[in-house]
């Protein structure tokens, strides 16, 4: 496991946009894939977007699908979360995972987690 710090969130209204951000601490040659859940009150944690190690490969809930851009950072293991046209239903409890051993949108896959920074869009 690693430890991963994130940066970001907060509150936005309706059709504005925010950038959430997340690194793994301390040195480390090991390379991720990387993925952001999110988690609503009385919801279970689903699954947002994951990015390969190599940047090139993305893959996006249908829910964030043309709306949320995932990305890497330039420095090794870092990545963020481009959210655009918000929507109410995308407030939650915003999380970052790191995974070294595989592409997968299964939170169960993932050993590491941040420690989560909430997102609140209002109406």
């Known amino acids: 496991q690693v430890q991963l710090v994130e940066s970001g969130g907060g509150l936005v209204q309706t059709g504005g946009s925010l950038r959430l951000s997340c690194a793994v601490a301390?040195?480390?040659?090991?390379?991720?894939?990387m993925g952001w859940f999110r988690q609503a009150p009385g919801q279970e944690r689903e699954f947002v977007a994951v990015?390969?190690?190599?940047?090139?490969?993305?893959l996006y809930a249908d829910s964030v699908k043309g709306r949320f851009t995932i990305s890497r950072g330039i420095a090794v293991n870092t990545v963020s979360l481009q959210m655009n046209s918000l929507k109410p239903e995308d407030t939650a409890v915003y999380y970052c995972?790191?995974?070294?051993?595989?592409?997968?949108?299964?939170?169960?896959?993932?050993?590491?987690w941040g420690q989560g920074t909430q997102v609140t869009v209002s109406s």
């Open positions: 301390g040195r480390t040659f090991s390379r991720y894939y």
């Open positions: 995972a790191a995974n070294g051993e595989r592409f997968s949108t299964d939170a169960g896959a993932y050993e590491s």
């Open positions: 990015i390969s190690w190599t940047g090139r490969t993305t």
